[in-house]
């Protein structure tokens, strides 16, 4: 799949639209910091898709994806699941960072550090 055909396909403009209009309670608050270039003056955009998949948030100009991990993600299925999703979207070189939903709302400004740790440099 060429780089211009991964972003944003259209068949999965209906369910973006419907994922931007239902955010969790945790994709909510992390996007009241990310926002309008809030945050470094990056630009994020939220249930961007790369290929087939949906990610939670996304920084192009610095190849960074955030996923929040609710329950499911959690069980042997989810924990798979995500792993083959990340192995799939760091072939493209994106950097894919995760946080556990309860950490966007009892530690903020650490999910906010390592966010920006990770930019103008590979997070590691």
Same mark, same amino acid.
């Given at each position: 799949?060429?780089? @211009?055909?991964?972003?944003?396909? +259209?068949?999965?403009?209906?369910? =973006?639209?419907? /994922?931007? *209009?239902? #955010? $969790?309670?945790?994709?909510?608050? #992390?996007?009241?910091? #990310?926002?309008? =270039?809030? /945050?470094?003056?990056? !630009?994020?955009?939220?249930?961007? &898709? ?10 192009? &100009? ?5 996923? /929040? ?5 959690? $069980?042997?299925? %989810? @924990?798979?699941?995500? !792993? *083959? !999703? +990340? ?5 493209? %070189?994106? *950097?894919?960072? =995760? ?10 400004? &650490? ?14």
């Amino acid at each position: 799949m060429s780089k @211009q055909h991964i972003h944003t396909k +259209t068949e999965l403009q209906g369910y =973006r639209k419907e /994922l931007r *209009k239902k #955010l $969790t309670p945790a994709e909510a608050f #992390l996007w009241t910091q #990310l926002k309008a =270039r809030k /945050l470094d003056n990056k !630009r994020f955009t939220k249930q961007h &898709s790369i290929g087939y998949y949906i990610v939670d948030f996304y920084c192009a &100009s610095e190849r960074l994806i955030i996923e /929040l991990d609710g329950q499911g993600h959690f $069980t042997p299925e %989810g @924990q798979e699941y995500d !792993r *083959k !999703r +990340t192995i799939y979207l760091e072939s493209f %070189g994106y *950097k894919v960072i =995760r946080f556990e939903n309860k950490m966007v709302f009892d530690c903020l400004p &650490s999910v906010i550090k390592e966010i920006r740790d990770c930019f103008k440099k590979t997070c590691e």
